[in-house]
């Protein structure tokens, strides 16, 4: 089955702090593609970071990075220096047939 | 570049009725995916088009839902009756064909009492 898992339904970080939230996934697949969205309340889902898995260097897009564990299928999200502007809901997802899979999403707090 | 355009931004419905969501994708963007996303969930995919021509609409509730790409650009999705469980947002993407990266419109959140 392929499918993708975030276990932390909530996290909160302070402000100017470091966050990492953490996603599972699950695939016989070779060729896929790992991504981050952010949502936030307005519901338009923006992309965040993508990352290919043939690739070994872990993508990086400003103050947001992943660590790519291809061997463990584990691929987080650090956000660095948060802002009041990153608290949204973010959804890791994978790209695999054809198809993108998403997980079920974690609410990121950041406190003032 | 103009993104995803998805009208309207909200629709509140009683059960029973029907009603049409509209999308444009991004100029270019020949593959175009509508998602169901139920509140606290990730979105699930319900059709993906190419072109004017579905690719997989094994996820679509086909007793209730229909989707069409006429001309191969803007899309409508449609639902009737709506049953109070439709209540979620609906999420238009679109894509390059065949390129991994999706990108979404702002959705339109319907509400069935």
């Known amino acids: 089955a392929q499918t993708v898992t975030q276990s932390q339904p909530e996290m909160s970080v302070q402000e100017a702090e470091t966050v990492t939230l953490s996603c599972t996934y699950d695939?016989?697949?070779?060729?896929?593609?790992l991504f981050w969205y952010k949502q936030p309340p307005s519901r338009q889902m923006i992309l965040v970071i993508r990352?290919?898995?043939?690739?070994?260097q872990n993508a990086t897009e400003n103050r947001f990075s992943v660590n790519f564990q291809k061997a463990a299928k584990s691929f987080s999200l650090k956000i660095s220096d948060s802002q009041l502007g990153d608290a949204a809901m973010y959804f890791c997802?994978?790209?695999?047939?054809?198809?993108?899979?998403f997980g079920q999403g974690t609410t990121l707090q950041v406190k003032p | 570049e103009a993104g995803v355009a998805q009208s309207p931004r909200y629709k509140i419905i009683e059960k029973r009725q029907s009603v049409a969501f509209w999308c444009n994708p991004i100029?270019?963007?020949?593959?175009l995916y509508w998602y169901q996303q139920i509140l606290g969930q990730g979105p699930k995919l319900l059709i993906q088009?190419?072109?004017?021509?579905?690719?997989?609409d094994s996820q679509l509730p086909k007793d209730r839902f229909s989707a069409e790409r006429l001309k191969g650009v803007d899309s409508t999705l449609k639902i009737q009756p709506a049953k109070l469980e439709d209540s979620a947002v609906y999420l238009c993407?679109?894509?390059?064909?065949?390129?991994?990266?999706?990108?979404f419109g702002p959705g339109t959140r319907l509400l069935v009492l």
């Open positions: 695939t016989s697949e070779s060729d896929y593609y």
């Open positions: 990352q290919e898995a043939y690739k070994q």
């Open positions: 997802a994978c790209y695999m047939t054809g198809k993108l899979i």
């Open positions: 088009f190419q072109n004017n021509g579905v690719v997989d």
């Open positions: 100029s270019g963007h020949a593959t």
């Open positions: 993407a679109s894509s390059f064909p065949g390129q991994e990266t999706q990108y």
